[in-house]
């Protein structure tokens, strides 16, 4: 038993809703949030990356890419140093050593819907966004991100040169 420290009223809030996939298509995002995580087996890491649309219908809502940049399989890691690659051109950011510096910036995105069926383990799946690309803005030149200051060049210099999922 867990006391929830109050007493919830469901009548004062509106029950939640399914979130319905969004139409394939190409987005305008930005990067909100990102971290390192372990693979499940241990032996590797992903960029876990959550990314916030910005603009039109589907304004608000929220996907998620993983980049496999730790893993024993090395087209794994190719694939995702090119998805890498993608965003920071995309973001104008050639240079990073930590995912933070790639929030804020809009890009575009490609998305698709996996449709539901059983995924390759045989377990039953419902429908689900796949971000199958990303790319600079059109018309827009990429630049520093709308809600942080960029770093002055000196702060840049002093940071180590490391990737964090290479420590």
């Known amino acids: 038993m867990a006391s929830l420290g109050m007493d919830f009223n469901a009548n004062s809030v509106a029950p939640a809703t399914a979130m319905e996939v969004v139409p394939a298509g190409k987005y305008t995002a930005e990067i909100v949030n990102s971290e390192m995580r372990d693979t499940k087996d241990g032996n590797g890491q992903y960029l876990w990356m ?3 649309i910005t603009e039109g219908p589907q304004s608000n809502r929220r996907l ?8 024993g399989n090395q087209q794994a890691v190719e694939i995702a140093e090119k998805a890498l690659s993608a ?20 890009m575009t ?22 971000i199958r690309g990303y790319e600079a803005v059109s018309g ?5 991100p709308r809600h942080q200051p960029a770093a002055a060049p000196q702060a840049q210099a002093s940071k180590t040169s490391a990737a964090p999922w290479r420590k």
């Open 109 to 130: 995105i490609t998305v698709r819907v996996k449709p539901a069926g059983p995924d390759r383990n045989g377990v039953l799946r419902e429908a689900q966004n796949e």
């Open 64 to 71: 998620f890419d993983r980049l496999n940049l730790v893993n």
């Open 140 to 144: 827009r030149i990429a630049s520093a």
């Open 87 to 106: 965003i920071c051109h995309a973001t104008g950011k050639m240079l990073v050593s930590d995912s933070e510096q790639l929030h804020g910036i809009p």
């Open 50 to 52: 959550e990314l916030a």
